[in-house]
């Protein structure tokens, strides 16, 4: 069983900058596709990026490339989500999972975090 951590959301003004954090309790995850979604109130879970942990391949969303960055530390069996120039519409819960292939759909992961709240104030 795999479990997923995150932490490092907060209450930030519009411009600003937060690092998510997702530790994993195991390597067995070191050839898994990490991706992190975001939901706000009354929405459907959107995905946000992914990176795998082996090659380090990354994919964003339209809506976050060139803000938003995604990275891995193996040794510490973490990912971090680095989000810069935040807007209000980055608002939302986000949550980090691990996913056998490279998808988009929050259905292909296999196991999800507990989330964390991003809020971002114009």
């Known amino acids: 069983q795999v479990q997923l951590v995150e932490s490092g959301g907060g209450l930030v003004q519009a411009g600003g900058s937060l690092r998510l954090s997702c530790a994993a309790s195991?390597?067995?995850?070191?050839?898994?596709?990490i991706g992190w979604f975001r939901q706000a109130p009354g929405k459907e879970r959107e995905f946000v990026a992914r990176?795998?942990?082996?090659?380090?391949?990354?994919y964003y969303t339209n809506a976050v490339k060139g803000r938003f960055t995604i990275s891995r530390d193996n040794a510490k069996n973490t990912v971090y989500l680095q989000m810069n120039s935040l807007k209000p519409e980055d608002t939302g819960v986000y949550y980090c999972?691990?996913?056998?292939?490279?998808?988009?759909?929050?259905?292909?992961?296999?196991?999800w975090g507990q989330g964390t709240q991003v809020t971002v104030s114009s």
């Open positions: 195991t390597r067995t995850v070191s050839g898994y596709y």
């Open positions: 990176i795998n942990l082996g090659i380090g391949v990354t």
């Open positions: 999972a691990a996913a056998r292939v490279p998808t988009s759909g929050p259905q292909g992961y296999d196991y």
